[in-house]
């Protein structure tokens, strides 16, 4: 979980942290906006947010060494996971883990509204409401369109556009919202 995220959980301001923490206003707000590194400040100031934070060091420092792993491996681990799970668990489990607005916060713009055109697809062809929680981020995209790799290496090697056409053609509306081509997300072994 983000320090932002922690902080909207524990309903604590920035200022309330400050001096609460006794950690200089203007070195929080270089943290929280990405300026300094939280992983590369001292483990005094690491100690002091997590003590008032009601939070152990290592929790707060986790997403700081959270790994990327290719954007093809994390949309077949979604679809593993919504198998495995089933449709309404994958809901709630999405929702509860909060990992959208992780994603969101790391700026991996790419996991974050596949997850959540995920989440809304599968909310939509189980009759759920959508989560109003993300309507902030249904207004972005990405800037550029997101094929499948498959889709990508058939278009090259047989040096033809209409694979990405086609692909386009078939894309879920929810993925599409989000310029991310995305048809099968069902079919995985």
Known sequence: ??????????????????????IPYTTLSDILSGKADLKKCSAETVYKLS?????????????????????????????????????????????????IQDYYDRRWYAECFYLLAMLDYISRVNGVPLCEEYCDLRKQKLAEPLYPASVVAASFVSNDNKIKAQALK???????????IESEVRNVY
Do not use: W
Request: some cysteine; overall charge positive.
């Open 51 to 99: 003590r008032v934070l009601g939070v152990s060091m290592e929790k707060l420092l986790e997403p700081c060494f959270a790994k990327r792993t290719s954007f093809d491996l994390f949309k077949s681990n979604v679809c593993h996971k919504l198998k495995e799970l089933g449709d309404i668990d994958f809901i709630i489990d999405t929702l509860e883990n909060n990992e």
């Open 170 to 180: 078939e894309a879920i509306p929810e993925f599409l919202r989000f310029n991310i």
């Open 1 to 22: 979980m983000m320090l932002n995220q922690i902080m909207k959980s524990k309903n604590i301001s920035k200022y309330r942290l400050s001096k609460n923490s006794d």
